[in-house]
Structure formats: C-alpha cells, structure tokens
C-alpha cells in the first residue's frame, strides 16, 4: 500500500486530455512538501517529468503539467499522442516516515 | 552529459549479501546527494536511501522496511556510490536504481541510472 493514492489505469484517445490524480496526507503533500512525477517506458528507467509541483524539465513538452492543492497533486496531459503510452509516479517527501514516498502508479493508455 | 551507471546486481541466494555500485559521471559527483530506488517487476517503486556529500558529513538514511541490512557508502575518488545488501530475501528481488538528488524544491530525483537486477532465490 502505497503512501501516495494513484489510480491503477487511465485512458484516453488521441487529442484529448487526461488527468492523474495523487493523493497523499496531512505528512506529506498536504505539509507543504512538493510534488514530481516520473514518467516510465517499459524496461526503462524512470524520467522527470514534472518537479516542484508546476515545472517542467527542459525537453518536456508543455503538454504535460503539473498542479497540487491541499492533500492532492495532478498530472495533466493534453493533446495525447500515441507516444505518451507508460506508467506515470507521483512522488513527495514523509515526514513521519522521514523518508521519500512514491505512488503506485498509474498506467497510461492511449486508445 | 550526467550519466549514472549501476553495476553488480544478479543471482543470490536468501540469507546472502550483494554490493551494487553506482558509477557518475559529467556532473561534480562530490557535491551530490545519492539515493537508491528500487522496482519490484510489476510494483511501483520504492525509495531505499541515501547519502549525502561530505559536506553534509556524508549522512545516511534508510527506508525502515530495510531494519539496517542496507548500507550506502561512496568513494568522491572514483566518483562511485555503493549499496552492501545483507540478509538478502525473496523480497528484496527487484531492480536497482541510483539516482542523483536534487536539493531544489523539496527534493526530488532528476537523472537515474538504467538499473541493474537483483534476485533473491535458491
């Protein structure tokens, strides 16, 4: 049981926009600890996607972007391409585990 | 380019011990935080630890699932992180990342290594 809250699986069609949703608590996310997200291919290590909440590394596209409110942080993907098929992380700090804190991840379909 | 490296995962039986390193490159390796993250084929990933520059007295931390069978160390000459695992069990079977910490925000993971696979099995 992870200590972030991802839904296993999303879905959408080419063009259209889909979120993932990262739900933590009042030790981690809800602390005021920031947010990234990873994306992930398969056989492949784990890439920043998004860090601090809202920024995007260079050479990632702009359709992918970041918010965090309260307990909760979201991955947002416009324009869906074919290629954004993977697995995406969410990712914090705990401060009653003293320790960084992964969600489940959820995997990305494109239809 | 910043590059990370694994190497010396494999096979081991339950109840052994297995050193990984973690060889960096195109960044000032002394003045990085590394932290090792682990993936169980199929599960998510699991932060393991860390350690700090010498700068910050190279300071350790661990997930406390690991109750101290893990180890991290690092040599600043050989710009290399190592992980010693004992008491190696069935669980611990997964694949190994070394990542290169960034201390902006609140801390997060932006280069990681391509891995390398540890399994626990007799």
């Known amino acids: 049981q992870s200590v972030l809250t991802q839904p296993p699986s999303v879905s959408g069609a080419p063009g259209q926009r889909v979120t993932i949703s990262c739900t933590g608590g009042?030790?981690?996310?809800?602390?005021?600890?920031?947010v990234h997200w990873y994306q992930q291919f398969p056989g492949t290590a784990p890439k920043l996607l998004i860090y601090?909440?809202?920024n995007r590394p260079s050479g990632v596209p702009d359709r992918f972007s970041g918010s965090k409110s309260g307990t909760s942080a979201s991955l947002a993907i416009t324009g869906l391409q074919a290629e954004d098929e993977a697995d995406y992380y969410c990712?914090?700090?705990?401060?009653?585990?003293?320790?960084?804190?992964f969600g489940g991840g959820t995997k990305l379909t494109v239809l | 380019e910043v590059q990370l490296v694994e190497s010396g995962g494999g096979l081991v039986q339950p109840g052994g011990s297995l050193k990984l390193s973690c060889a960096a490159s195109?960044?000032?390796?002394?003045?990085?935080?590394i932290h090792w993250v682990r993936q169980a084929s199929g599960i998510g990933l699991e932060w393991v630890g860390r350690i700090r520059s010498r700068a910050n007295s190279y300071a350790t931390a661990y997930a406390a699932s690991l109750k101290g069978r893990f180890t991290i160390s690092r040599d600043d000459s050989k710009n290399t992180a190592y992980l010693q695992m004992n008491g190696l069990k069935t669980e611990d079977t997964a694949v190994y990342y070394c990542?290169?910490?960034?201390?902006?925000?609140?801390?997060?993971?932006?280069?990681w290594g391509q891995g390398t696979l540890v399994t626990v099995s007799s």
């Open positions: 195109g960044f000032i390796f002394s003045g990085s935080g």
């Open positions: 601090g909440n809202t």
């Open positions: 990712q914090s700090y705990d401060s009653s585990l003293t320790a960084w804190v």
């Open positions: 990542t290169r910490f960034n201390y902006d925000s609140t801390g997060y993971f932006d280069f």
């Open positions: 009042s030790s981690n996310i809800g602390a005021r600890y920031d």
